[in-house]
């Protein structure tokens, strides 16, 4: 069996500082929101969508460097919160791996996003533990795989098979 944890607000808790960050690179592009509304509008969606959103909003095309500059100043206010794993996931992947499951990470962001924040939360090396049997390329390449083929329907058929398995102890 193999569970996959999103990474962003399951693994670590990164969706009040990365809204913040982008509630304040909209402002200064000319649009209000707050970071309230920010999350009810663009939380879980790429950053391709979240682009286009803010584009139609504003009825103009975002500088060029735009997302390159939040991305920076989002990983930089990862480093100075600092950032923190969620509550209590350390001992959730702990009791999913001693049942015999094997976990990987996914995200929609980039795998050096990744390494910043699961390494900044000490989640890095937990995250790891599960898969330690695959080289270091199969896991990240079962990581992207999964990135480039996420939708929701293949979310929920994931977490339904996911949840099934472990409650009867099977291989998915």
Request: some cysteine.
């Amino acid at each position: 069996m193999l569970v996959i944890f999103d990474c962003d607000g399951v693994l670590v808790d990164s969706e009040p500082i990365a809204n913040t960050c982008f509630a304040r690179a909209l402002q200064r592009e000319g649009l209000n929101w707050s970071v309230e509304e920010t999350m009810r509008r663009l939380m879980g969606r790429s950053m391709k969508s979240c682009v286009e959103i803010v584009e139609g909003e504003l009825g103009r095309a975002l500088p060029v460097d735009f997302v390159d500059r939040l991305q920076a100043d989002t990983l930089q206010a990862f480093h100075d919160a600092p950032l923190r794993a969620v509550p209590g996931v350390i001992a959730a992947i702990d009791a999913i791996e001693a049942a015999g499951a094997l976990t990987c990470v996914a995200s929609s962001g980039g795998f050096d996003k990744m390494r910043v924040t699961l390494g900044i939360t000490g989640l890095w090396q937990v995250t790891k533990r599960g898969r330690s049997h695959m080289s270091v390329e199969d896991r990240i390449n079962l990581d992207i795989v999964y990135a480039q083929n996420n939708n929701t329907w293949s979310d929920l058929r994931i977490m339904r098979q996911t949840l099934g398995a472990f409650i009867q102890h099977e291989n998915v």
